[in-house]
């Protein structure tokens, strides 16, 4: 609520004046800190805004010229935060949802009693009060604001200290703070380490705090595991702390905080919380005066949860830069494995070696890891080996170096080997020692042979990689893996199976006869395929389950290797122990490439069958349907079903790559743009109406993307024809119009004086002031005589359903006679007016009203004429005439340009003119005065 001490103005504006002074009276006694004027003018209005301090509008709807909701369009075009309180007698549903839609700031209807004005006067102390909380809510965006920069400038922050400094400094700069702090939280010592500080938060650079200690227990709270309580601590000069809980804890990790009040500052700590705990805390330091807001508090909790993210990804990188540097230096070893492989340190200890290098040594890896490498060389090799190194040490475009060697074994023998010694990548912290390769020099002829087989197979794997991801269908990809796996592999049997329910099911099967499907559970191959891991058999006898033909003796060994989830494939050979960790290696390479070309089918398989799914209940749809694009000029069709056909009328041929809404947009109607559905994957449901070959009609469309909650190009269309029962509403609608009209208007026009009547009598016996029962006698008079237009107004709207044959120019004089027509106007019959059948006495009062609505609105000698039209006749005179634009308004029960008007003359006209099933329109004589011509054919 605003403090009541605080003055404001507030302006009430009602065409009827004596409501307005009513209303301004009871306001002014209600609230005593407001300033309260009336207008009577609602064009007024602007002018009075800018002369005048004014913080509330308070504003009847029904009056000439401007409605309330007139007013509030063009108040709301010179001040947008105005407050604007529509106060009217003619309430209803329709004009209290329009003015909701309008965007008043309130609605309250007009009631006799000093109760209503009370509640008047809360609502407009409530929408000055909402209007001074705006200036808050603006101190808090700027807030917000800084918050957004610092969150993006997260991004460029490489380390962690990076992130914590650049956090605090931009925290500090915000014209809101004075500093912060940032630190990490190590459970085990329940210790907050310092990691980044600017401004205030400097005083403790580079401190460790104990959360045990009494002066920092509000932050271990502040850090405990799913747990948040708020609380506020005062510390005193000497640095001592007394907390107090408040009367909320929390258990959910999105709001946490703890506010603390120093004799210097305001302090605000937030967890850093991220998906594996709690990292640390962040201070935010402001003047001794500031108060943290709740939502402020929400909005650094959100960056306290971003800085979290940023350190915990920092540090992955960190992690996995590491890894990486690791992996770069078992590589090098790798690339050379075939042989046998040594690493030496910087001081020349051995540090890996490989099984190759055992057996040429003679030595297990246990006796020679730590043993320094020169024990396995005769001297002048240690020698010769570290001058190779110097040299490449000092020459870093070399990057590696040869040297034949004799290596000394255990059994006491030498083996003549080649040497390739290549220096550890250098990672920035210096020379870190070597990795040889040994070649026994009597088998290298075997060894570059075995090396170009394994490279040809790698080719011809490769050549097959491209082979299988062109198959169209599985069982191609099967036979064309048995295939490659005899031809490139060498393998002597080769089958494929893939799993089919509870079983192995051949699939393609190369040197035996096709076996019977393999049970999955149970089975080698069904447990190869669940463990994912390959398995070699040496001795099929010792393994009969792991043959690929258990009645065939001819083979002796086996491989099994899964085929992703899909399958197994399996090969023999006649020899035992045939298949070595080579033949796996290039059998698991081969198998990746059928494992991918398997999924690649699968989802293309699913692809097919929803696609066709989608195209049957799009073409089997009850309703017209339409597939569409959004095209750079407008909803393009892509395709239309049948209904759609029969429905609009237009064949595939003549729609299909058009804009649909050239051809279904009625002319003048706005369609609905694509941009508002499919490019934000939100479905949409209205009614509109819509062009066919037969007519425009009435559809319940529904416009859905093809990925909801996404970017869409893609949609659909769906109409369905509502228009008959759209015609039923129309016409139910005209009916309750016409009721309700009525209805608003008695109650209206009779609210007002009733209120003022009953209001002055209440002031008259409260304040003594009897002059005031003048004004609700008046109000009285005022009332009788709209009860009796109210009576004339039920009657002559009557259907006529007897009319009689009569002379027009008759009931023409006759009327003119029982107008007080004054002594200087005159009337001027220019032809033949013929005859008419009509009700002979509502037919005069057409005259009647017309005639008195030229004598009230023209000269007191105005000139009217009458005369005929070829389907009708007509009544005009020379007076000032009627607007262009509000022509048609005149008609309308209640609407006058005159302060004492009632509005009913030109109303019952129209009336009366439609009783006889005649058609009235206003326009203009050729004097310039008002012409009304009625049709009556």
């Known amino acids: 609520m605003a403090d009541d001490s605080e003055e404001f103005g507030v302006l009430v504006v009602d065409d009827d004046e004596a409501m307005a002074e009513l209303t301004a009276t009871h306001l002014s ?154 630190g990490e939280y190590d459970p085990e010592t329940v210790t907050v380490t310092h990691h980044g500080s600017a401004g205030r938060g400097d005083t403790l650079r580079g401190a460790t705090l104990d959360l045990t200690d009494d002066d920092w227990a509000f932050v271990a709270d502040c850090v405990s595991d799913n747990e948040t309580r708020v609380q506020t601590a005062t510390v005193a000069a000497g640095g001592d702390t007394s907390t107090t809980d408040s009367d909320t804890t929390a258990t959910n990790e999105t709001s946490p905080s703890v506010s603390v009040t120093t004799t210097d500052w305001e302090l605000l700590a937030v967890p850093l919380l991220h998906e594996d705990g709690v990292f640390g805390v962040l201070f935010v330091y402001a003047a001794a005066d500031y108060e943290f807001g709740e939502t402020e508090a929400d909005v650094l909790i959100e960056l306290s949860w971003t800085v979290a993210q940023a350190i915990s990804a920092t540090r992955t990188r960190q992690t996995l830069l590491e890894r990486e540097r ?127 087989e394994t490279k040809a197979k790698m080719e011809a794997i490769h050549g097959f990689a491209r082979d299988v991801a062109a198959c169209d269908s599985v069982d191609t990809v099967c036979q064309r893996t048995a295939e490659a796996a005899e031809r490139i592999l060498d393998f002597d049997v080769c089958y494929v199976g893939l799993r089919e329910g509870g079983c192995i099911v051949p699939k393609a099967v190369h040197g035996v006869d096709e076996p019977a499907p393999i049970p ?20 099929l006898a010792d393994d009969p389950a792991a043959a690929v033909d258990d009645e065939d003796e001819r083979f002796e060994s086996g491989i099994t290797v899964p085929i992703g989830e899909f399958g197994v494939f399996q090969a023999a050979s006649a020899l035992t122990a045939d298949f070595d960790d080579r033949d796996v290696e290039l059998t698991e390479l081969l198998l990746s490439h059928v494992t991918e070309a398997l999924h690649r089918l699968e989802y293309e398989t699913k692809l097919r069958d929803e696609r066709d799914r989608v195209a049957a209940l799009f073409e089997n749809l009850p309703e017209p349907a339409a ?64 062009r066919t070959k037969h007519g425009v009609r009435d559809f319940h469309v529904t416009i859905i993307p093809v990925d909801l909650d ?55 016996k409260e304040l003594e002031d009897y002059s005031r029962i003048d004004t609700a006698q008046a109000a009285l008079d005022r009332m009788e005589g709209l009860i009796g237009d109210f009576l004339s107004l039920a009657k002559q709207g009557r259907t006529v359903n007897d009319p009689t044959t009569m002379t ?26 013929g005859v008419v059948s009509a009700d002979a006495e509502r037919c005069r009062t057409v005259f009647e009203n017309l005639f008195r609505n030229a004598l009230e609105h023209g000269r007191e000698d105005v000139s009217i004429r009458v005369g005929s039209l070829p389907d009708g006749f007509y009544v005009e005179d020379d007076g000032p005439g009627i607007d262009a634009e509000t022509r048609e308004q005149v008609f309308e029960y209640g609407y006058s340009t005159e302060r004492d008007g009632t509005g009913f003359g030109l109303a019952i006209v129209e009336r009366v003119v439609h009783a006889h099933g005649w058609e009235i329109t206003a326009t203009e004589a050729d004097s310039g005065g008002a012409r009304f011509e009625v049709r009556t054919k």
Request: with cysteine.
């Open 29 to 182: 006694r209600l609230l005593t800190e407001a300033t309260v004027s009336t207008e009577t003018d609602p064009t007024a209005v602007l002018d009075r805004i800018e002369s005048e301090r004014v913080d509330c509008i308070v504003s009847d709807y029904d009056m000439p010229v401007w409605t309330g909701l007139d007013l509030l369009e063009q108040v709301r075009a010179a001040d947008p935060r105005m407050p604007f309180i529509l106060f009217t007698g003619k309430g209803s549903e329709e004009i209290a949802s329009e003015a909701i839609s309008a965007g008043v700031t309130d609605y309250l209807q007009k009631r006799a009693g000093s109760d209503r004005y009370e509640v008047l006067a809360n609502r407009v102390r409530n929408a000055v009060s909402r209007q001074w909380a705006v200036r808050e809510a603006e101190r808090l965006q700027q807030i917000t604001d800084v918050i957004r920069t610092t969150q993006r400038e997260l991004v460029g922050a490489s380390t962690v200290t990076e992130i914590c400094d650049g956090v605090c400094q931009s925290l500090t700069d915000a014209a809101a703070y004075e500093g912060a702090w940032l």
């Open 326 to 452: 690791t992996l770069t230096r078992y590589e090098t070893i790798l690339d050379v494995l075939a042989d046998p492989v040594y690493a030496l340190d910087a001081e020349g200890n051995l540090t890996y070696v490989n099984e190759a290098f055992e057996t040429i040594t003679g030595y297990d890896e246990t006796e020679l890891l730590g043993k320094h490498g020169s024990t396995l060389l005769a001297d002048d090799d240690v020698a010769a080996l570290r001058r190779d190194v110097e040299s490449l040490l000092d020459d870093p475009s070399r990057t590696r170096t040869r040297r034949e060697i004799d290596v000394h074994t255990a059994d006491g023998g030498t083996v003549r080997c080649e040497d390739n010694i290549t220096l550890l990548p250098d990672l920035g912290d210096g020379f870190r020692g070597t990795v040889g390769v040994v070649r026994d020099i009597e088998d290298r002829v075997e060894t570059e042979q075995n090396l170009r």
């Open 808 to 833: 027009l120019e008759t009931v023409v004089r006759q009327a003119w006679r029982t107008v007080d027509t004054g002594p200087k106007a005159t009337l001027d019959i220019v032809d033949n007016l």
């Open 627 to 690: 597939a569409c694009h959004a095209g750079s000029e407008g909803p393009v069709v892509d395709d239309i079903n049948t209904e759609f056909e029969r429905v609009f009328g237009y064949a595939p041929e003549e729609i299909v790559g058009e804009n649909i809404d050239d051809y279904v947009i009625p002319d003048g109607d706005d369609p609905i743009t694509l941009e508002e559905t499919l490019y934000v994957g939100k479905t949409i449901q209205t009614e509109v109406r819509r």
């Open 710 to 764: 996404g970017f869409s190009s893609d949609g659909y269309v769906i109409y369905n024809d509502i228009s008959e029962q759209k015609h039923r509403e129309r016409e139910l609608s005209r009916q309750n119009d016409r009721l309700a009209e009525f209805t608003s208007l008695v109650t209206h026009d009779l609210r007002n004086p009733l209120n003022v009547a009953m209001g002055n009598l209440e002031l008259a």
């Open 520 to 539: 999955y559970d149970g089975s080698v191959a069904g447990d190869v395929i669940q463990a994912g891991e390959p398995r070699v058999t040496d001795r």
